[in-house]
């Protein structure tokens, strides 16, 4: 199956940091998605981004769909952005890992 | 429009017993995907239902069960519980004719002791 990696598994940011997320696939995908889990566990969908970019408020993501990876970008981070951020895509919906974020005051 | 609803909110079960979980997807949305968490395996697929006919399936032993009701309410099974069956069982609803992903529910806690 497709293997997702992502990096890095952990980041502390600083209120009003900015930060850059990424996420490696083994194969191509077309359906590839960012998602963030609060703290209480609910997957919240932030983008579906099988190439290009798209950007949401504070939140961007590119994918380079030809070279198998995207990139989440976090500006301007306020606590409320702590949580985990995961990427996923593939037939079965694969996840990576995620990137434990914690942003403090 | 409701989001994906996924009961019971937590469930506790001893070892042996079995457990249905069940999740009611978006209006319209006829894909259902089931998906269980733990701290050591992460988020892991189970199976995935569209239009009642399961259309894939995880690495998962028999005793994991689904199905899909002709109203898109799906629900899984789980047959003599082991205490690693403990964790976060997720469903999200999709519609494949639209490009925005998956939706998630609040997902089912279960602990088996």
């Known amino acids: 199956g497709i293997q997702v990696e992502q990096s890095p598994p952990d980041l502390i940011l600083q209120e009003g940091a900015n930060s850059t997320l990424r996420c490696n696939f083994s194969d191509s995908v077309n359906n590839l998605q960012w998602f963030h889990q609060n703290p209480w566990g609910q997957l919240i969908n932030l983008f579906y981004?099988?190439?290009g970019t798209k950007q949401n408020g504070r939140l961007s993501a590119t994918t380079v769909a030809t070279e198998r990876y995207s990139l989440l970008y976090i500006s301007s981070s306020q606590t409320t952005d702590s949580g985990v951020y995961f990427c996923a895509g593939g037939m079965k919906l694969q996840f990576g890992a995620g990137t434990q974020v914690v942003v403090t005051p | 429009k409701a989001g994906v609803t996924q009961t019971p909110r937590y469930l506790i079960k001893t070892r042996g017993q079995q457990v249905t979980l069940s999740c009611s997807p978006i209006?319209?949305?006829?894909?259902v995907s089931w998906y269980q968490q733990t701290p050591g395996q992460g988020l892991q697929f189970l199976f995935e239902y569209f239009s009642e006919t399961q259309r894939n399936k995880g690495n998962f032993p028999g005793r994991f069960s689904g199905r899909q009701f002709s109203n898109s309410r799906s629900e899984m099974n789980v047959s003599t519980l082991e205490l690693g069956d403990s964790a976060l069982y997720l469903c999200?609803?999709?519609?494949?004719?639209?490009?925005?992903?998956?939706?998630f529910g609040s997902g089912t806690r279960l602990t088996v002791v």
């Open positions: 981004i099988p190439s």
């Open positions: 209006s319209g949305h006829r894909s």
């Open positions: 999200a609803s999709s519609d494949p004719a639209q490009d925005y992903g998956y939706t």
